[in-house]
Antibody, heavy 112, light 112 residues
């Protein structure tokens, strides 16, 4: 069955970076977009962008250009999102997803 | 960017009743290939969103026929008949016809 397994919670200091992982299984990794979504506690869903592992193509929402960087390792069927120059406003749950399936989400907390 | 406006923001429904949620787009969601990429998700408390309906009216695997989607162009509706306790949560529409993809603001379904 299709599964997206995300890495564990992160606690980071302002100005640093975190790299979130999303390991896919149960389908052909290179055939589906992986997209990333941000959700602050008690708030709605915010689309960050996507990567197409088949060719490495990416698209970022304007708001997240320079903040998020997507990569994919086809040998391990794992997608990554690097979040840089962290501020407290980056504290949120981050989900990876493909059509029909979502990871469990990971909480990123930015605090000094 | 495409703006998706969901109404109502919250909905109080009795068990066994019917709910209707509207998602209105700021521009047509018909893709140049003729498809309309408007999807509906439910996020239950403490969980990742789950796909209910894809491309306007197609129920995802395992979704009961109490859920139905309709609409075209810029106006879309999700109907939930015979509401059950497991249907409670926040419903979101998502468009992926245009980049960047965008979510509606969400509709919270609660029991009366």
């Amino acid at each position: 069955q299709v599964q997206l397994q995300q890495s564990g919670a992160e606690l980071a200091k302002p100005g640093t970076s975190v790299k979130l992982s999303c390991k896919a299984s149960g389908y052909t990794f290179t055939s589906y977009y992986i997209y990333w979504v941000k959700q602050r506690p008690g708030q709605g869903l915010e689309w960050i962008g996507y990567i197409y592992p088949g060719n490495g193509g990416t698209y970022y929402s304007e708001k997240f250009k320079g903040k998020a960087t997507f990569t994919a390792d086809t040998s391990s069927s794992t997608a990554y999102m690097l979040l840089g120059s962290l501020t407290p406003e980056d504290s949120a749950y981050y989900f990876c997803a493909r059509l029909g399936y979502w990871g469990q989400g990971v909480m990123v907390t930015v605090s000094s | 960017d495409v703006v998706l406006t969901q109404t109502p923001v919250s909905l109080l429904i009795s068990l066994g009743g019917q709910a209707s949620i509207s998602c209105r787009s700021s521009q047509s969601l018909v893709h140049s290939n003729g498809n309309t990429y408007l999807h509906w998700y439910l996020q239950k408390p403490g969980q990742s969103p789950q796909l209910l309906i894809y491309q306007v009216s197609n129920r995802f695997s395992g979704i009961p026929d109490r859920f139905s989607g309709s609409g075209s162009g810029t106006d879309f509706t999700l109907k939930i008949s015979r509401v059950e306790p497991e249907d409670l949560g926040v419903y979101y529409c998502l468009q992926r016809t245009h980049n960047p993809w965008t979510f509606g603001g969400g509709t919270k379904l609660e029991l009366k």
